[in-house]
């Protein structure tokens, strides 16, 4: 009996993410300069920033993927670069291409992790699975490999096997990237769902300013390695800023377009 309620209360667990001071280049070249945030337990926090700007290296930071250069990122108390935190608590990131592998069905890419893990016999095995399939719609697609499958199932079943590992940090890479936009719209309700059904701390790295506003509690922009602004969706309605203003709602401008401004940039 005890073990069962400590799991429980394990399970219930979620987990607050400080990102302090943390630096990070490569080969001597700054990718991210002095990000500091605070994404409050249970709150869905999205990072939105161009291409280029560091938001994926970012979140391999707070998945222990890459080490800091500099300054650190906690998991509540845990430091995300040790690997003993892995432990600790159960983080899941949901990879931008999905990361599904192709010479496995469905079934089998979501069962990986219970299985390396040892967590139950192969009943409990698929019991876990076909639950998460479930979650998502997916449980016709459970014999299906990945070519099978469109952009958008394929980011679905992403996000189930990440639910295999019932996480208490969930971390998306551009969920809604590549895909139309009900099918974006899709992926942004399944997000806001899934935070309202497990309490689980989530962060969005993304463009999608449609998705931010939609399901953001809390958004902050990086623009060149650096943290621009933060706050509510509600704060980035009218901002003053002209850089964010440009990246939320760019203007196209025929008479003065940008790629011929990038060509005078150079001359
Ligand atoms: N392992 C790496 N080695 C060297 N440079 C990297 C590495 N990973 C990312 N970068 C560089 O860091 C910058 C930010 O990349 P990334 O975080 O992927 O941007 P975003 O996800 O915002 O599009 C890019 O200039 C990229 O080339
Ligand atoms: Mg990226």
């Given amino acids: 009996m005890a073990v069962s309620s400590t799991a429980s209360v394990l399970a219930a667990k979620t987990f607050g993410v400080t990102i302090d001071k943390l630096n990070k280049s490569f080969d001597g070249v700054p990718v991210l300069t002095d990000v500091s945030l605070e994404v409050r337990a249970g709150e869905i926090f999205v990072i939105m920033g161009p291409s280029g700007s560091g938001k994926s290296v970012l979140l391999k930071h707070v998945a222990g993927l890459e080490r800091p250069t500099s300054g650190r ?3 509540g108390d845990y430091d995300a670069s040790d690997p003993a935190t892995r432990d600790r608590v159960r983080l899941a990131l949901v990879f931008q291409d999905g990361a599904l592998f192709n010479s496995m069905s ?3 890419n979501l069962a990986l992790f219970p299985r ?3 967590l139950s016999n192969e009943a409990g095995v698929r019991e876990r ?3 998460a ?4 719609s997916l449980e016709k697609a459970v014999d299906q490999f990945p070519a099978e499958l469109s952009g958008g199932m394929k980011k679905r079943v992403a996000i189930a096997r990440a639910l295999v590992t019932e996480p208490q940090l969930l971390l998306y890479d551009e ?3 590549e895909l139309d936009p009900v099918m974006a719209a899709t992926i942004s309700e399944i997000i806001a769902t899934l935070r309202e059904q497990t309490a689980v701390t989530t962060i969005v790295v993304s463009h999608d300013r449609d998705l931010a506003v939609a399901i953001a509690d809390r958004i902050a922009i990086l623009m060149d390695g650096r943290i621009r602004a933060s706050g509510t ?3 980035f309605k009218h901002p003053a800023d002209p850089a964010i203003a440009n990246f939320l709602s760019p203007v196209i401008d025929l008479k003065n377009p940008r790629f011929k401004q990038l060509e005078n940039d150079h001359e």
């Fill in 233 to 235: 969706a509600a704060d």
């Fill in 175 to 177: 969920p809604t990237s």
């Fill in 116 to 118: 390396e893990h040892r």
């Fill in 129 to 131: 699975v076909m639950h």
């Fill in 106 to 108: 469905v079934y089998d």
């Fill in 133 to 136: 399939l479930q979650i998502l």
């Fill in 73 to 75: 990122v906690l998991i």
